[in-house]
């Protein structure tokens, strides 16, 4: 009983010590890369392949891309396909691989 009681009473003084110490600064990351969605590239489908891979400088790396699903070739060569990749109707949904952003 003795031997109980004395280690309860020493997890609540060990608990008690630590809820009175200090909470230190929180840290901030800053985020290294914001993506958005592409609306160029995605537009750029509707008139064709040509004018959607011109429009890709406008784009960064990670930004949503709106690609239709009978141009496989430029879903292989713009989805970053460690990301998700999503079918809707007849297009696919995904992040782009490239370009790194250059000056607008």
């Not at 031997?3 to 003084?13: E, I, K, N, P, V």
Request: hydrophobic share 45%.
């Amino acid at each position: 009983m003795i031997r109980g009681t004395f280690s309860l009473f020493a997890l609540f003084a060990a608990t008690a010590a630590n809820a009175q110490a200090p909470a230190g600064k929180p840290t901030f990351r800053p985020v290294l890369s914001v993506s958005a969605y592409c609306l160029p590239v995605s537009a750029g489908f509707l008139e064709s392949e040509a004018k959607a891979s011109e429009e890709m400088r406008k784009c960064s790396r990670g930004d949503t891309v709106v690609i239709p699903a009978r141009s496989a070739g430029s879903v292989a060569r713009m989805c970053d396909f460690s990301k998700s990749i999503v079918m809707v109707g007849d297009n696919v949904v995904c992040a782009m691989v490239f370009p790194e952003r250059g000056s607008k």
